[in-house]
């Protein structure tokens, strides 16, 4: 069930919320019906795959509080934390890589010695088994304490509104929230409005955006042409699937941060207007900020970051983590060749010191959103054929031409869509609200800029709704993480 849903929208979300209200003398109550709606949230997509979410929650409190009763036996302690590791990732394995592995062994053998499964991936493994495993690391220590209600731990890692596309959550942002959080008429306004913005990003720029990306891409699919692509057009299919991309990911991260507003609950933002950076490193850091933040605190600093003088160990230590970040995006080599794309930039950005260069910032803002277009087409491609095949078309390359009618015949239809992504990408927003501060007449100009916000909204929700309703192109990538 995706939010973006009539579904979700007229049924599952008015029920849970009529639901937790009427249950609001007891956050006990509250809590589990949250549960039990997030389980079935998880199920209605995945009946079979609840019983590994089940699994995973039992497995990780239990191994969290084995390894908290074993404080002063740390052998004991760190082979429990092993286990469960073992535990969370191999199940992750088995469900997500297990083809890729065969298909990499008989590529290796250059036979089929191995036949492929038929196992299914479950959806939104990767964020909740990082999240649980996060848990017990955090435990283990000392950073957290472990949790003995068994429910409390099931609702923080099945909790609906980040399960399966994130922001990941770690427990103690989020402790406290699960049984002293404050619910009040201003949470649910403040979140419903959150949750509308990345709805309307999603349904009104997304969706659009994904129409012509896909269309364009899909003419070189499985590294065959189907139709010569141009180079402006495979630039404009570069360009609209770079947005595309962006706001199909960032739009659920509103819409998950939204809903948890809801429910009194405050997330973390998983996004900061990445396409304004001035380095491929910053542009990272803005961009699905709680994976960057997981890496960073589970990996790359326990394998000692970035300090002292050995350069080396800096190599070695970010080739992991882009490597690690790469697989874990999905089991496909060019997810591996996406994370060794920006192993490289963000390598020689810090070798060359390059956050340390002043002025030029129209050049570096040019570099960052080439590089990072290049590396959506390395994403994006289903494999290696595709990849080259498109990357020659990009550069004129494969005798393809120079001018497409279809770019001219795509800006005219999804024009309007281009401009409000490209607007909307920037922090305009702030910008014009820190100038209503300092305005003379500020408090009539922000009730007027307020009251066209919730007319402009209603509008604008109006027609989205009109547009799930009619059926419209609704694909959501980061189900498949």
């Known amino acids: 069930m995706v939010f973006s849903s009539i579904t979700f929208l007229f049924y599952f979300l008015p029920i849970t919320l009529i639901g937790y209200f009427i249950l609001s003398f007891s956050r006990r109550l509250q809590n589990i019906w949250l549960l039990i709606v997030s389980l079935i949230f998880y199920a209605w997509g995945e009946p079979v795959y609840v ?10 409190w239990l191994m969290a509080l084995i390894i908290q009763v074993c404080k002063k036996k740390e052998k004991l302690r760190k082979t429990f934390l092993i286990i469960t590791v073992i535990a969370n990732l191999g199940t992750l394995g ?48 000392e950073k957290a304490v472990a949790q003995k209600n068994l429910l409390n731990i099931g609702l923080y890692i099945s909790f609906f509104p980040q399960l399966v596309a994130g922001p990941i959550v770690k427990y103690t942002t989020i402790e406290e929230q699960i049984t002293k959080r404050k619910v009040n008429f201003d949470g649910l306004a403040d979140g419903v409005c959150r949750f509308v913005e990345g709805l ?33 057009l495979a630039w404009l299919g570069t360009f609209a699937f770079t947005l595309q991309l962006y706001y199909d990911f960032s739009a659920y991260s509103d819409m998950a941060i939204g809903l948890g507003r809801m429910f009194g ?42 300090k002292g003088e050995n350069q080396d160990k800096m190599v070695r230590n970010l080739f992991i983590v882009w490597l690690l970040t790469g697989i874990w995006h999905g089991a496909s080599w060019n997810f591996i060749w996406w994370g060794m794309f920006f192993f490289i930039f963000i390598l020689l950005e810090n070798i060359l010191r390059f956050d340390q260069i002043e002025g030029h910032n129209i050049l570096k803002h040019v570099y960052v959103i080439f590089i990072v277009m290049i590396a959506m087409v390395i994403f994006k491609c289903e494999n290696t054929a595709q990849l080259i095949l498109y990357m020659k078309d990009m550069f004129g390359l494969g005798h393809n031409g120079f001018y497409s009618p279809t770019v001219v015949m795509f800006i005219k239809e999804y024009g ?18 820190s100038k209503l501060e300092n305005c003379r007449n500020g408090k009539v100009i922000k009730g007027i800029y307020h009251i066209c916000y919730i007319v402009g909204m209603f509008a604008l929700i109006v027609f989205s709704v009109a547009v799930l309703a009619k059926g419209g192109y609704n694909p959501f990538i980061y189900f498949n993480f």
């Open 265 to 306: 609950f405050t997330l973390p933002e998983n996004f900061r207007f990445p396409f304004v950076s001035k380095s491929i490193k910053e542009f990272m850091a803005r961009w699905h900020m709680t994976l960057s933040a997981w890496f960073t605190q589970y990996v790359y600093k326990p394998l000692g970051g970035a």
């Open 200 to 232: 309307l990003k999603k349904i009104l720029l997304a969706n659009n955006l994904a129409i012509v990306a896909d269309h364009i891409f899909e003419l070189t699919s499985y590294g065959s042409t189907v139709v010569a692509v141009p180079v402006m």
């Open 94 to 141: 088995v469900f997500k890589y297990t083809n890729f592995i065969i298909e990499i062994i008989n590529g290796i053998a250059g036979k089929d010695l191995i036949t492929q499964t038929n196992i299914a991936l479950p959806i939104g493994i990767s964020f909740f088994t990082f999240q649980a495993m996060s848990y017990v690391i955090d435990v283990y220590k």
């Open 416 to 433: 309007i869509v281009f401009i409000a992504a490209i607007l909307c990408a920037l922090p305009l927003r702030d910008f014009f609200e």
């Open 51 to 60: 019983i590994i979410m089940i699994g995973s929650i039992f497995v990780n």
